[in-house]
C-alpha cells in the first residue's frame, strides 16, 4: 500500500503562484507514475499533469507553461508548481500514484491510478 498526503493549498489572487506537495510512504517501490488531478464542484476530475518513473512529464493543454510538475525521489515527494493562476483553477487538487502501466497509456484517466490523496483546496481570486 501507499499513502499520499498533500498539501500547499490555499487561497491566492489571480495572477499569484502555489506550490503543492504530495509525500508519499509506503511501498513507493511500487509506484511506477505519478500525477496531479483535480475537481471543481459540479465537475468531473481532470488530469493536470503527470511524471513517470524517467522523469517524463506530460501537461495538459490548459496547464502548459504555468504549471510544473517535478519530484524529489530522496524525499519521496511529488510537486506542482503554479504560476499565474487564474479564477479558472480554483478546485481540489489530488495527488495519483499507479503502481501499474495503464498511466502510460492513459495519463490523464483517474482510472489509471490506484492511489489517491486525501486532496488540497486551491481557491484563486479575481
Known amino acids: 500500500q501507499v499513502q499520499l498526503v498533500e498539501s500547499g493549498g490555499g487561497s491566492v489572487q489571480a495572477g499569484g503562484s502555489l506550490r503543492l506537495s504530495c509525500a508519499a510512504f509506503?511501498?513507493?517501490?511500487?509506484?511506477?507514475?505519478e500525477g496531479w488531478f483535480r475537481q471543481a464542484p459540479g465537475k468531473e476530475r481532470e488530469g493536470v499533469a503527470t511524471?513517470?518513473?524517467?522523469?517524463?512529464?506530460r501537461y495538459a493543454d490548459s496547464m502548459k507553461g504555468r504549471f510544473t510538475i517535478s519530484k524529489d525521489n530522496a524525499k519521496n515527494t511529488l510537486y506542482l508548481q503554479m504560476n499565474t493562476l487564474k479564477p479558472e483553477d480554483t478546485a481540489m487538487y489530488y495527488c495519483a500514484a499507479a503502481s501499474n502501466t495503464r498511466a502510460r497509456l492513459l495519463p490523464f484517466s483517474p482510472a489509471s491510478y490506484n492511489y489517491w490523496g486525501q486532496g488540497t483546496q486551491v481557491i484563486v481570486s479575481s
Open positions: 511524471i513517470d518513473s524517467a522523469g517524463n512529464t
Open positions: 509506503g511501498y513507493t517501490y511500487s509506484v511506477i507514475d
